[in-house]
């Protein structure tokens, strides 16, 4: 098992990643002097796999366990299942001194944390991230909330969870294609901020696909680290860490178009970051060689890289009502070279837009 912390003064936290470690969590939690009654909340397909393992374990540390069982998918991020969490706090007699344990991907980790935020006005919570994406991205950096149905995310708190445990033997039970969208996160702090994970996920392309457990950990590792320094320096997101947003101004808007669930979020993101790389590169911030270094890896993965055919009027609305648009213009992420990163406002979206091109 390896360990490292999340540095934010008196809400700093440990992250603990390796194999067979679920049936540490009742320990864990103890040790962190947690005392109260856990909620455990997860998802029927996530509570059939894993929910036995954790629940046994919290028992056999003498806690009453209550567990709330939300429905699976990214359509159920909303404020009617936030209720359903809320009523099973307030049904299973949770008070200040209760905590939730979120079992399962960045869907129940993002509304479990944000339950736990808002709830008698905050009580603490434990991540449990069950897919790759969760484990490298979203359980680490306390970015929580519900979508609106207006728009992806737009209710939510930074709220920081108590501590963070991964196994990695989680993902021996993880689709593919959700395996994928995580892969496509850890590609990202390659780009943009760790050559060295970059090419280290060049040279291991199918370990991976195999789920080498050795070459896991190396990559959740660096994975959490990269995110843990960015957000230590700017955990509001006020500057830094807007770096984590590469290939997503594009991304995001392709995942709308496309209609939710039909491209993934993991997808869009690795179709924004191949547009993002060819833009990177027209505007000399990179070589052509490096342009196709990245496309390259994205494409070895088996993920998208064009951009599917929508008219440019629909993404530039889209794009143009992203909450990362700023005053007149939208602030675009361009990989220097690779491993770097230059922020940039971008006004004349059009142009921008119309240099998006079938990247393959
Ligand atoms: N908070 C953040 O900083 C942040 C960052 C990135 C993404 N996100 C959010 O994360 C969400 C996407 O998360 P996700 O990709 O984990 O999707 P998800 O939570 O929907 O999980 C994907 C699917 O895998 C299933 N699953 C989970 N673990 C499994 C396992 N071990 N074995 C088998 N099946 C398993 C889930 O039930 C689900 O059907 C989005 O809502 C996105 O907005 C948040």
Same mark, same amino acid.
């Given at each position: 098992?390896?360990?490292?912390r999340?540095?934010?003064?008196?809400?700093?936290?440990?992250?603990?990643?390796?194999?067979?470690?679920?049936?540490?969590?009742?320990?864990?939690?103890?040790?962190?002097?947690?005392?109260?009654?856990?909620?455990?909340?997860?998802?029927?397909?996530?509570?059939?796999?894993?929910?036995?393992?954790?629940?046994?374990?919290?028992?056999?540390?003498?806690?009453?366990?209550?567990?709330?069982?939300?429905?699976?998918?990214?359509?159920?991020?909303?404020?009617?299942?936030?209720?359903?969490?809320?009523?099973?706090?307030?049904?299973?007699?949770?008070?200040?001194?209760?905590?939730?344990?979120?079992?399962?991907?960045?869907?129940?980790?993002?509304?479990?944390?944000?339950?736990?935020?808002?709830f008698?006005?905050?009580?603490?919570?434990?991540?449990?991230?069950?897919?790759?994406?969760?484990?490298? *991205?979203?359980?680490?950096?306390?970015k929580?909330?519900?979508?609106?149905?207006?728009?992806?995310?737009? %209710?939510?708190?930074?709220?920081?969870?108590?501590?963070?445990?991964?196994d990695?033997?989680?993902?021996?039970?993880?689709?593919?294609?959700?395996?994928?969208?995580?892969?496509?996160?850890?590609?990202?702090?390659?780009?943009?901020?760790?050559?060295?994970?970059?090419?280290?996920?060049?040279?291991?392309?199918?370990?991976?696909?195999?789920?080498?457990?050795?070459?896991?950990?190396?990559?959740?590792?660096?994975?959490?680290?990269?995110?843990?320094?960015?957000v230590?320096?700017?955990?509001?997101?006020?500057?830094l860490?807007?770096?984590?947003?590469?290939?997503?101004?594009?991304?995001?808007?392709?995942?709308?178009?496309?209609?939710? #669930?039909?491209?993934?979020?993991?997808?869009?993101?690795?179709? #924004?970051?191949?547009?993002?790389?060819?833009?990177?590169?027209?505007?000399?911030?990179?070589?052509?060689?490096?342009?196709?270094?990245?496309?390259?890896?994205?494409?070895?993965?088996?993920?998208?890289?064009?951009?599917?055919?929508?008219?440019m009027?629909?993404?530039?609305? %889209?794009?143009?009502?992203?909450?990362?648009?700023?005053? *007149? #213009?939208?602030?675009?992420?361009?990989?220097?070279?690779?491993?770097?990163? %230059?922020?940039?406002?971008?006004?004349?979206?059009?142009?921008?837009?119309? *240099?998006?091109?079938?990247?393959?």
């Amino acid at each position: 098992m390896k360990s490292l912390r999340v540095g934010l003064g008196e809400r700093s936290y440990a992250i603990h990643i390796g194999e067979g470690i679920l049936s540490g969590i009742g320990r864990l939690c103890r040790d962190l002097g947690l005392k109260g009654m856990p909620a455990i909340v997860t998802n029927p397909t996530v509570a059939a796999l894993y929910l036995s393992q954790v629940k046994s374990s919290l028992d056999s540390e003498g806690y009453h366990v209550t567990i709330i069982e939300i429905p699976d998918g990214e359509e159920y991020k909303s404020s009617s299942t936030l209720d359903m969490i809320y009523d099973g706090l307030i049904s299973g007699g949770l008070d200040r001194g209760g905590f939730i344990v979120a079992l399962g991907g960045g869907v129940v980790g993002d509304m479990a944390g944000f339950a736990a935020a808002t709830f008698l006005r905050g009580i603490p919570f434990v991540q449990v991230p069950t897919t790759l994406l969760a484990q490298v *991205d979203s359980s680490v950096g306390g970015k929580t909330g519900i979508n609106h149905r207006l728009g992806k995310n737009l %209710i939510g708190a930074f709220y920081q969870p108590a501590t963070v445990l991964i196994d990695l033997d989680t993902l021996d039970t993880l689709p593919e294609r959700e395996f994928l969208c995580g892969v496509a996160e850890t590609i990202k702090y390659g780009i943009v901020l760790d050559r060295e994970l970059f090419e280290y996920l060049l040279g291991t392309v199918n370990d991976l696909m195999r789920l080498d457990k050795e070459t896991l950990l190396h990559i959740v590792f660096e994975a959490c680290s990269i995110k843990a320094s960015v957000v230590e320096k700017d955990e509001r997101e006020s500057g830094l860490r807007a770096v984590l947003n590469y290939g997503h101004t594009i991304g995001h808007a392709v995942e709308t178009l496309s209609g939710y #669930g039909a491209v993934k979020h993991g997808e869009a993101v690795a179709i #924004g970051m191949a547009q993002a790389a060819r833009l990177s590169a027209q505007r000399g911030y990179s070589t052509a060689a490096e342009r196709e270094s990245i496309t390259g890896l994205i494409a070895r993965f088996g993920l998208p890289l064009d951009i599917p055919d929508f008219p440019m009027e629909d993404y530039l609305k %889209i794009i143009a009502h992203d909450k990362k648009k700023r005053d *007149d #213009g939208v602030n675009f992420i361009f990989n220097q070279g690779i491993g770097n990163f %230059i922020i940039e406002k971008v006004t004349d979206l059009r142009s921008l837009f119309s *240099d998006c091109t079938p990247a393959a």
